[in-house]
């Protein structure tokens, strides 16, 4: 099949500028990115910015072989490197005896209980906030209780042991002997993490940081569910987790404190399939309602889409608190709320300081945020002449910590984007981190050569190639799985970034930029589920390593060939994609192949026949904008009675585009979308 002619690609919107008027790091000289000699470097011929890895100057980049070969080599180096480092970092397994070397690696304190049944306690002390006290008997953990002196309301200790308990049990498919410390071990660097950052700053809450934060962000959370679930209807089937989820995936985020595997406040901005309810945990749910629970698992929150992450996979943004110097960037602070008790601005409300939010009428603009007074250090301690004489912990200095969220999992958007991102939390792009690095690279296939570092690169468009099955219905409703052969052009060279952490100095950074994290979130959701796994090299491209991995198809094997096309440039991603009419004579052969039959058969009707293609745009909040199609009558609207416009037609159409929209937005599955449209178009033939 021929490859899809490319969509052109819109102009770049920026973002609005958050960062107020704290001071941005001034230890990298700002970038303007207008200029000819930088535009040249991000351009179609950039490929030599691969080279600022090996170390080596601006003035050094270019595009011969051997640089390239060095850039490789460098990233090469880079993923060995961190393969070791992983390796030094496992620990032991789940045991007394590993517990307990744990914990005098890691310099805490632990006491030891034995008690008349033969069980063992270990009290671990972490720091002055929090005590952890394991239950073990032969070796197997029964318990896990974590105290944390300044958790009032129990949130954060409840769920946290629960967390905690569950790091320490084998995972599906793995015998508990073979259970290691590794999970358990990274919630515990967290617990110290805080601690360590209080000491060295006077004592400041860390914990009251968060949990300020947590209240300020489920306040606004409930306020936009109950927005949610009047326009949903309180009386309709799941109208609760439809609400949840509306906010969550279009609003401004489901805040929950110690979610899932992750110990400390996560604000969760998207979740694939969020329509698709799974009936297995909202049965979990009822069962453990009826039985008879402790006062301390009621604080724990249940959620069906727990029990179904293959299906509901979350996005999340963990928040924590990390060193940062008070000079550089706008440092932590402890209020007692971020946002108004109104949450939402009055009608008669002044007006919006910021004209960007006044020009875009966006929701941020109605949300009344507070801007909170610094929080100071207390009087340094009086424990010794040392601690006096220490002027960073000085009364009247502020702290040097910073709120600082982290993307789980990590979220690859395009590089004029990340830099935007940047500059909207106060930060300066640093140009000795330009890579060549490409979202097929970094999201679909990592453990391959990155194609910008490739010595072709920006020659010739990349293409990947897969095979997968889609569930579909036939003429008589019975259901089938019919195989797609998928490969995926790239026809633009557009550099890309992983986003792994970013800092922040106030909540309402973080929801302004969600729908931008949803656009891409949502992209790359699509496109993994196609291409995220690398099939296995026939026999004839194991010597061609630039080949495309590729399955080849049986004969007897019924198959559609489907294309994709990928622009992931701002302010849109756009993905077309090309597949054959379902009543095409044989719907496996290429676009030419099928041209020539049409060609050489009277009966057919061309234009029933053409075949089928879509180009989707991913706007802000992942909401999905087919651009062109051809599955339904568009162009029905321009029939014209007496002179006039057939509006009738003109809403038929519209309706029918938002058909295939809507579509796509529930399945959240291409391969399903591609067979929904076939019968659409079968049908409508």
């Known amino acids: 099949m021929a490859t899809p002619t490319p969509s052109t690609n819109t102009p770049q919107k920026h973002l609005h500028n958050l960062q107020g008027s704290s001071p941005a790091p001034r230890s990298v000289p700002p970038m303007n990115f207008d200029s000819p000699a930088v535009l040249n470097m991000l351009g179609e011929g950039g490929v030599g910015m691969g080279i600022s890895m090996s170390g080596?100057?601006?003035?050094?980049?270019?595009?011969?072989?051997?640089?390239?070969?060095?850039?490789?080599?460098?990233?090469?180096?880079?993923?060995?490197?961190?393969?070791?480092?992983?390796?030094?970092?496992?620990?032991?397994?789940?045991?007394?005896?590993?517990?307990?070397a744990l914990c005098r690696q890691e310099q805490i304190h632990l006491e030891r209980v034995v008690d008349a049944d033969g069980s063992v306690l270990l009290v671990l002390v972490i720091g002055d906030e929090a005590i952890c006290d394991i239950t073990l008997l032969k070796d197997e953990v029964t318990g896990v209780k974590l105290e944390l002196a300044s958790d009032d309301n129990d949130l954060y200790k409840t769920s946290?042991?629960?967390?905690?308990?569950?790091?320490?049990?084998?995972?599906?498919?793995?015998?508990?002997?073979?259970?290691?410390?590794?999970?358990?071990?990274?919630?515990?660097?967290?617990?110290?993490?805080?601690?360590?950052?209080?000491?060295?700053?006077?004592?400041?809450?860390?914990?009251?940081?968060?949990?300020?934060?947590?209240?300020?962000?489920?306040?606004?959370?409930?306020?936009?569910?109950?927005?949610?679930?009047?326009?949903?209807?309180?009386?309709?089937?799941?109208?609760?987790?439809?609400?949840?989820?509306?906010?969550?995936?279009?609003?401004?985020?489901?805040?929950?404190?110690?979610?899932?595997?992750?110990?400390?406040?996560?604000?969760?901005?998207?979740?694939?399939?969020?329509?698709?309810?799974?009936?297995?945990?909202?049965?979990?749910?009822?069962?453990?309602?009826?039985?008879?629970?402790?006062?301390?698992?009621?604080?724990?929150?249940?959620?069906?889409?727990?029990?179904?992450?293959?299906?509901?996979?979350?996005?999340?943004?963990?928040?924590?608190?990390?060193?940062?110097?008070?000079?550089?960037?706008?440092?932590?602070?402890?209020?007692?709320?971020?946002?108004?008790?109104?949450?939402?601005?009055?009608?008669?409300?002044?007006?919006?300081?910021?004209?960007?939010?006044?020009?875009?009428?966006?929701?941020?603009?109605?949300?009344?945020?507070?801007?909170?007074?610094?929080?100071?250090?207390?009087?340094?301690?009086?424990?010794?002449?040392?601690?006096?004489?220490?002027?960073?912990?000085?009364?009247?200095?502020?702290?040097?910590?910073?709120?600082?969220?982290?993307?789980?999992?990590?979220?690859?958007?395009?590089?004029?984007?990340?830099?935007?991102?940047?500059?909207?939390?106060?930060?300066?792009?640093n140009p000795q981190d330009l890579r060549a690095t490409t979202f097929v690279g970094l999201a679909l296939r990592p453990e391959e050569t990155d194609p910008g570092m490739s010595a072709t690169a920006g020659s010739h468009t990349p293409e990947l190639r897969s095979m997968t099955s889609a569930l579909a219905v036939d003429k008589d409703g019975k259901e089938m799985q019919i195989k797609h052969a998928n490969t995926l052009y790239v026809p633009k060279l557009e550099y890309a970034r992983t986003l792994e952490s970013l800092p922040f100095q106030h909540p309402r950074q973080l929801v302004a930029l969600l729908p931008t994290f949803r656009q891409y979130a949502f992209t790359t959701s699509l496109l993994q589920d196609v291409f995220g796994a690398t099939t296995p090299l026939t026999p004839t491209q194991q010597g061609n390593p630039s080949s495309p991995p590729f399955i080849p198809i049986p004969d007897e094997s019924p198959n559609i060939q489907i294309d994709f096309t990928l622009a992931y440039s701002q302010p849109n991603p756009k993905l077309a994609v090309h597949f054959p009419h379902p009543l095409s004579p044989d719907p496996n052969s290429n676009a030419s192949d099928f041209i020539t039959q049409l060609l050489s058969n009277d009966n057919l009707n061309s234009s029933s026949y053409t075949p089928l293609r879509l180009v989707v745009d991913i706007g802000e909040n992942a909401e999905a904008y087919i651009t062109e199609q051809n599955v339904v009558e568009a162009d029905a609207g321009k029939e014209e009675i007496g002179g006039d416009v057939n509006m009738e037609n003109v809403e038929k159409a519209r309706e029918g585009v938002k058909r295939l929209e809507k579509a796509l937005d529930v399945s959240g599955d291409l391969g399903l979308w591609v067979e929904w449209l076939r019968r659409t178009a079968g049908k409508g033939s």
């Open 56 to 100: 080596l100057g601006m003035s050094s980049m270019g595009l011969t072989v051997s640089q390239l070969g060095r850039a490789d080599e460098d990233e090469r180096r880079r993923r060995l490197e961190s393969i070791i480092a992983m390796i030094h970092k496992r620990k032991g397994r789940v045991s007394e005896e590993g517990i307990t």
């Open 160 to 429: 946290g042991s629960r967390i905690l308990k569950k790091s320490l049990e084998p995972p599906n498919g793995v015998r508990r002997i073979n259970t290691t410390l590794d999970r358990f071990a990274l919630n515990l660097d967290k617990l110290l993490n805080m601690d360590k950052l209080s000491k060295a700053n006077s004592g400041v809450g860390c914990y009251k940081a968060i949990f300020s934060i947590h209240a300020s962000l489920k306040k606004l959370f409930d306020y936009e569910k109950k927005v949610a679930l009047e326009l949903i209807g309180e009386n309709t089937q799941n109208a609760g987790y439809k609400a949840e989820r509306e906010v969550l995936c279009k609003k401004s985020g489901r805040p929950r404190m110690n979610a899932g595997d992750c110990l400390g406040l996560s604000l969760e901005y998207w979740m694939d399939r969020r329509h698709l309810i799974s009936k297995k945990g909202q049965q979990s749910i009822s069962i453990k309602g009826k039985t008879k629970e402790s006062p301390s698992s009621k604080a724990i929150e249940e959620y069906p889409e727990e029990a179904d992450p293959e299906n509901n996979k979350i996005y999340s943004l963990t928040i924590e608190c990390e060193s940062s110097p008070s000079s550089m960037y706008t440092p932590i602070r402890i209020p007692d709320s971020w946002i108004a008790d109104n949450v939402e601005k009055a009608a008669d409300a002044p007006p919006e300081a910021n004209i960007d939010n006044i020009l875009l009428n966006t929701p941020q603009s109605r949300i009344d945020w507070l801007e909170p007074k610094p929080t100071y250090l207390d009087s340094a301690s009086q424990t010794g002449d040392q601690d006096v004489m220490n002027i960073d912990n000085a009364p009247g200095r502020l702290p040097n910590i910073r709120f600082v969220a982290k993307f789980n999992p990590p979220l690859v958007v395009p590089l004029t984007l990340y830099i935007t991102i940047l500059e909207s939390v106060g930060l300066v792009y």
